[in-house]
Each structure stands twice: as structure tokens, then as C-alpha cells.
């Protein structure tokens, strides 16, 4: 008997944002999972993510880690929807913010 006959291979944070998921075929395919992510300005609790650029799977080192609560579909504090789009370096480029 294995001891490691159990392997999971579903991720333990799973992508309910539904931008997020359209575009997981194409990080898979062109090997990018650097997104761009647009959360409210408005809000303390997810503005501070607005217009940054996360690594959805911690392939490119160069970015964080995506948070889990820009996998949601919206913010639970103001209810606006989270939108990403992939984000490649070189190619397209995000806003800059001083
Ligand atoms: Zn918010």
C-alpha cells in the first residue's frame, strides 16, 4: 500500500472569478500567469489591488503571489466585481502609479 496514492491536483484556492477563470486556458497555453488586476478606487479593502499585476500561480517570480480574495468573483466589502486580464511583460503596460 502507498502512502501517497492520494496526490491532489485541484488547487486549495479555487478561482471563482469568473475573468479570472476565462483566462486560465491561456496562461496554460502561452505559459504566462502574470495578470492584471482592476478591483474600485474607492475602497480601503480592495483598492489597494487596483491596477497592479499578479502571478496567478507563482510561475513568475517577478510578481506576487495573486491574492485569495482577488479569486472571488467581488469584493466583500464593496461589492465591486474584480476583473483581470493577462498581463505580458513587454507587451502590454499596466499604469504606472507615483
Ligand atoms: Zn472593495
Known amino acids: 500500500m502507498s502512502l501517497f496514492k492520494k496526490v491532489s491536483t485541484s488547487s486549495p484556492h479555487p478561482i471563482e472569478n469568473i ?3 476565462r483566462l486560465v486556458p491561456k496562461c496554460k497555453e502561452w505559459k504566462i500567469d502574470t495578470l ?4 474600485s478606487k474607492k475602497c480601503n479593502y480592495c483598492g489597494s489591488y487596483n491596477d497592479k499585476v499578479y502571478s496567478l500561480y507563482g510561475w513568475n517570480k517577478k510578481y506576487p503571489k495573486i491574492p485569495d480574495l482577488l479569486l472571488k468573483q467581488k469584493c466583500s466589502e464593496c461589492g465591486v466585481s474584480i476583473s483581470a486580464s493577462i498581463y505580458q511583460p513587454g507587451i502590454n503596460t499596466p499604469i504606472k502609479r507615483k
Open 36 to 39: 492584471y488586476v482592476t478591483t
Open 19 to 21: 475573468s479570472i477563470q
